[in-house]
């Protein structure tokens, strides 16, 4: 039997608070940490801020690599006014003030951390920018790389010379989990932890081929995490790879429920992005903590995946006008951008059936706070604190404590 790993350091009082509560810390990278992730947001609704306040109090914060040179004045001024007529030059000049501002932000995390909890960086698969957006983090000095929007089979290759670094990619099924672990062996090398998504529950893209797959009783908790489990002890995995459940996570009466199914942690997107420390605008934080599972919309976003968000003005609008817009789908649209957000766009490759409208457009407006014109990602749920804005501290209070009612 191993030693029992330490508490992160300065967290001993939320630590102590988790043990009178009956739930399980989490052990993960040699640290002992709280069982709850923070989930990666983009585009710029979790940056350094609040990565650094979740991780301080000795959780798992977790910057989202997309366009995050928008907490950079200089570097938006740098990549303002480009020569759209020579679009190779200014897509160059975009990725690397992006890769530059991912540097930055895992600087200032770090230092806001205090050495405390773990940092993670969530990378989407479907990002050109994936490989060197994962690489410039690992060099950077980041703890964690955590993979959604696709499956990291290279993610290994991309972090061989970083072996002290956690891998973590996102699944939302048992196959996805054999799929991993399998090729991952074969590279010498295994996820330090599996986020477990449920695609009925959480916000943003979700892990299904299409809207009707959200529903599979494949990707129910109850299934997942055993089949998972029973798998890793089949497979004859000597490495304990932590589960965390992702999606619909709202109270710790949750957390213990899905510790009692054999997942290890939490991760939660939603009630960290309606904190006083997320990087996003207070008017984002407001769509967010008014909305209700009423007003939450699915649709096929513009990376041909299933999404969830609040039924905006524009969203809705966006939604009437898309079948003409799918009829007259074309490929090799102008991309506005200069830079390839997607690897795949339905709108720039013209893909029916994919999304028809810039993602990149639609998110920006939303981080700061466009009610009109922006796209607002939210998982299902009523929130710990309901419409009101609360501290990342008070809230890892709460989730501490199972016997904690949601608030009405």
């Not at 770090?110 to 993670?120: N, Q, S, T, V």
């Not at 998982?379 to 209070?397: D, H, K, M, Y």
């Amino acid at each position: 039997m191993t030693a029992p790993l330490p508490p992160a350091e300065g967290a001993s009082d939320l630590m102590a608070a988790l043990l009178r509560s009956g739930l399980k810390p989490l052990h993960l990278a040699g640290r002992r940490l709280l069982p709850v992730v923070q989930g990666g947001m983009g585009v710029g609704v979790s940056a350094h801020r609040l990565a650094a306040a979740v991780a301080r109090e000795g959780g798992v914060g977790t910057l989202s690599s997309v366009d995050l040179r928008r907490h950079h004045p200089d570097l938006m001024d740098r990549t303002r006014g480009l020569d759209m007529a020579h679009p190779d030059k200014a897509r160059e000049v975009i990725d690397a003030a992006n890769l530059e501002a991912i540097g930055r932000e895992v600087k200032a995390a770090r230092e806001g951390a205090g050495g405390h909890g773990l940092l993670a960086i969530n990378v989407m698969r479907a990002v050109t920018a994936y490989a060197a957006s994962v690489k410039q983090a690992l060099e950077a000095g980041i703890d964690a790389v955590v993979v959604g929007a696709g499956l990291p089979l290279d993610l290994p290759d991309l972090a061989q010379d970083h072996p002290k670094a956690a891998l973590i990619p996102i699944l939302s099924d048992a196959r996805g989990v054999q799929l991993i672990v399998k090729k991952w062996e074969r590279k010498k090398r295994l996820p330090d932890a599996i986020v477990i998504e449920h695609p009925r529950l959480a916000g943003g893209h979700l892990g299904a081929a299409k809207v009707a797959d959200l529903g599979d009783p494949r990707f129910d908790f109850e299934n997942v995490i055993p089949q998972s489990l029973a798998f890793l002890r089949s497979a004859g995995i000597e490495k304990d790879i932590p589960l965390i459940a992702a999606g619909g996570v709202r109270s710790g009466a949750d957390i213990q429920r899905l510790q009692a199914l054999g997942a290890a942690a939490v991760q939660l997107g939603t009630p960290f992005a309606v904190t006083t420390e997320c990087d996003a605008d207070e008017g984002f934080k407001r769509v967010l903590a008014e909305a209700s599972d009423d007003d939450l919309v699915e649709f096929t976003s513009v990376a041909g995946l299933p999404a969830r968000a609040v039924g905006t003005p524009w969203l809705r609008n966006y939604l009437r006008a898309e079948p003409r817009l799918q009829a007259v789908a074309h490929g090799k649209v102008r991309c506005t951008k200069a830079f390839d957000c997607l690897a795949q766009c339905g709108l720039r490759d013209g893909l029916p059936g994919w999304g028809q409208f810039c993602i990149d457009n639609q998110l920006a407006a939303a981080l700061g706070g466009d009610l009109k014109k922006g796209l607002f990602f939210r998982g299902v749920g009523p929130l710990p604190f309901g419409a009101q804005i609360r501290s990342v501290r008070e809230l890892l209070e709460r989730l501490l404590t199972p016997t904690v009612a949601l608030a009405t």
